[in-house]
């Protein structure tokens, strides 16, 4: 059974930065590309970032690239999402999902809210 628990979220001022890491469990983390989406209040699921396998790839959706870094430890089983230079419209549950795409099987999410 695919598990996937992300953690890392809470309240940061504008400009902050936080770090999402996401334990994955259940399948062959290490050949399976992975992905960040995000929800933010009120508005549908927003995919913002993809890593392969491997990881010698990485991809971004505009609205972060420059400030969000992907990256993954696959002797821990682990992906992270770091995130610089934070703005408010960057609040919302972020998901850590399996595949590329960010439509496979997610986890419970952590909650992100940029505020001052």
């Known amino acids: 059974e695919v598990q996937l628990v992300e953690s890392g979220g809470g309240l940061v001022q504008p400009g902050g930065s936080l770090r999402l890491s996401c334990a994955a469990s259940?399948?062959?983390?290490?050949?399976?590309?992975m992905s960040w989406v995000r929800q933010a209040p009120g508005k549908g699921l927003e995919w913002i970032s993809a890593i392969t396998g491997g990881g010698g790839t990485t991809g971004y959706a505009d609205s972060v690239k420059g400030r969000f870094t992907i990256s993954r430890d696959n002797a821990e089983n682990t992906l992270y999402l770091q995130m610089n230079s934070l703005k408010p419209e960057d609040t919302g549950v972020y998901y850590c999902a399996k595949g590329a795409q960010g439509m496979g099987s997610r986890g419970q999410g952590t909650q992100v809210t940029v505020s001052s």
């Open positions: 259940g399948f062959t983390f290490r050949v399976s590309p």
